[in-house]
């Protein structure tokens, strides 16, 4: 694990997040949730890379000291023990006041099934933010669906800048999200595996992936530095200056 996550959590962070960033500006600082459910090494790697601070968050106080400017909420597993873990932690009413309040959040994989009203795998009832429940990729032809697969956006984004339409990303799941006609606009872009399955999100500053960019390669690592890039600027969108191809690690480059 870097040294952001590794050297103390959300304390070390915050210490961290004076990092100049390529413009000479201040790196955001993204507090990542740690719930045993996430693949934490790799975000915590590609997430620097992109020019941002990490800070691990493993209970309310966490994020509430952290001073956070950005939520990541990661996750492979299933919905009921992910929301027992998190209500153990006393993170699921901040987390929702957190996106409520439209700061910057990213659910990846089962952080963004988390976020409908609940779940078929396990009956779970979830973080209800997107009405919709998270529903078994029936006729796929494979589950779980794991591997490359291209993501189709429905309209331009910032999210997807500088990267090519229908690109491919890394996928491992069985179920996904599926959105109820009144919040149907939050869907970014579409997936087909079998069927098709709504695969980003995006309301506002709300974002939520089913692929992991930080096992995407290159264009996974350009839509996290493009997830900073908004996190930068409460206006509006900008480039991450910190963040070229060339900056990714070689394993990713290949």
Known sequence: MSGN?????????RANATRANGDGGPAPLVAVVDYGAGNLVSIDQALTSVGASVA????AGDLAVTAADALIVPGVGAARPAMERLTDAGLVEPIRRWIAERRPYLGI????????EGSDEDGAVTLGVLAGRTA????APTLPHIGWNQVERRRPHP??????????FYFVHSYAGSLDAKDEDAALADTTHGRSFVSV????RLFGV??????SGIDGLRLLANFVGIVRSPGGWS?????????????VRA
Do not use: M, Y
């Not at 103390?8 to 962070?13: F, H, I, K, R, V």
């Not at 078994?136 to 006729?139: R, S």
């Open 239 to 251: 480039r991450s200056a910190a963040w070229a191809a060339d900056d990714a690690p070689a394993e």
């Open 56 to 59: 691990l968050v493993r209970s």
């Open 159 to 168: 999210l997807f800048e500088g990267i090519a339409p229908a690109a491919d």
């Open 109 to 116: 994989c089962l952080g963004l099934q988390l976020l409908f």
């Open 5 to 13: 996550a590794a050297t103390g959590g959300a304390n070390a962070g």
């Open 136 to 139: 078994k990729l029936d006729g």
């Open 210 to 215: 089913q692929f992991h960019p930080e096992r």
């Open 201 to 204: 999100v995006a309301v506002d």
